[in-house]
């Protein structure tokens, strides 16, 4: 079993960071790919950005594309959010998640993810 803990959401002003963290426990950190979600009232669930255990190749929404930066420290079996220039639109609840390798397009999609963080609210206020 896999278990993921998301840390280090709050309130910000518009224009400010935070760091999102994601402690993964349980099966090799390694293997998987690793992937950020959000999730606004009362709107689906969508990708935020995800990085992949082979090659490291990284994706990212294009409403976030230069402003976050997703990494992961396999050593620590972390992955983390860099999340600059926060905007009000960028209210959510953000959740981690891990799952299958992938590429492309397989990358955006929740079903390639197989095991889910319980959330962590980011507030970005104007």
């Known amino acids: 079993q896999v278990q993921l803990v998301e840390s280090g959401g709050g309130l910000v002003q518009a224009g400010g960071s935070l760091r999102l963290s994601c402690a993964v426990s349980?099966?090799?950190?390694?293997?998987?790919?690793m992937g950020w979600f959000r999730q606004a009232p009362g709107k689906e669930r969508e990708f935020v950005a995800a990085?992949?255990?082979?090659?490291?190749?990284?994706y990212y929404a294009n409403s976030v594309k230069g402003r976050f930066t997703i990494s992961r420290d396999n050593a620590k079996n972390t992955v983390y959010l860099q999340m600059n220039s926060l905007q009000p639109e960028d209210t959510a609840v953000y959740y981690c998640?891990?799952?299958?390798?992938?590429?492309?397009?397989?990358?955006?999609?929740?079903?390639?993810?197989?095991?889910w963080g319980q959330g962590t609210q980011v507030t970005a206020s104007s």
């Open positions: 990085r992949t255990w082979s090659g490291g190749r990284t």
């Open positions: 349980g099966r090799t950190f390694g293997s998987y790919t």
């Open positions: 998640a891990a799952g299958r390798d992938c590429s492309g397009l397989g990358c955006y999609v929740r079903r390639t993810y197989d095991y």
